[in-house]
């Protein structure tokens, strides 16, 4: 069980890193979306089913399909798809695993012959994008134009700025 004050950070990858008492959870930015990954450096204390609840909030949930778990605004259509979790221990033995909505949570299942069979470190790694309808991810470059950019850095924090002529191509943005 993950407990404690989770404490936050921002990695040099522009990654975001959450302890969780023995868990570290990360989101990072992917082809596909964000992807969020849980990083197990020791079998987890306790007995039976691991299970990872994520509370939801804001979109409803909508469907459940081979490719994960489905969250639509009912108006506009554009949703979130919080994609099938895989286990992937230190043999790079990877495993699909069940992921089930409950009571407004996300739940990611760890059998316990895999948590017990598996060698640490392991990650549960799923992925979250956004789409149109079930099943129908965004993958879209923005209209007209973002140039000129420029990142900055003083060793630990970084800034990236660019030009971005999305709304108007008349009148860019920074």
């Known amino acids: 069980s993950a407990s404690g004050r989770p404490r936050a950070a921002v990695d040099k990858d522009g990654s ?41 909030s804001g979109m409803p949930y909508t469907a459940r399909t081979e490719h ?23 043999s790079a033995r990877r495993s699909d695993l069940e992921t089930t ?31 149109i309808g079930t099943d129908n991810p965004i993958y879209h470059e923005g209209a007209f134009s973002q140039a000129a950019p420029s990142v900055a850095s003083n060793g630990s924090d970084y800034l990236v700025v660019w030009s971005d002529s999305r709304v108007s191509a008349s009148n860019a943005d920074i």
């Not at 409950?102 to 790694?125: C, K, N, Q, R």
């Open 101 to 131: 909505y409950e009571e407004g949570e996300i739940v990611l299942h760890v059998p316990e012959a895999l948590v017990e069979g598996s060698t640490y470190p392991a990650v549960l790694d799923p992925v979250i994008g956004p789409e």
């Open 68 to 90: 994960g778990l489905h969250f639509a605004d009912p108006v506009s259509g554009a949703g979130v798809r919080y994609g099938r979790a895989t286990w992937v221990d230190a």
């Open 16 to 56: 975001l890193s959450v302890e969780r008492g023995s868990v570290v959870e990360r989101l990072a930015n992917g082809e596909e979306g964000v992807e969020q990954s849980f990083h197990f450096d020791a079998r987890p204390d306790g007995q039976g089913e691991l299970r990872v609840h994520i509370g939801v």
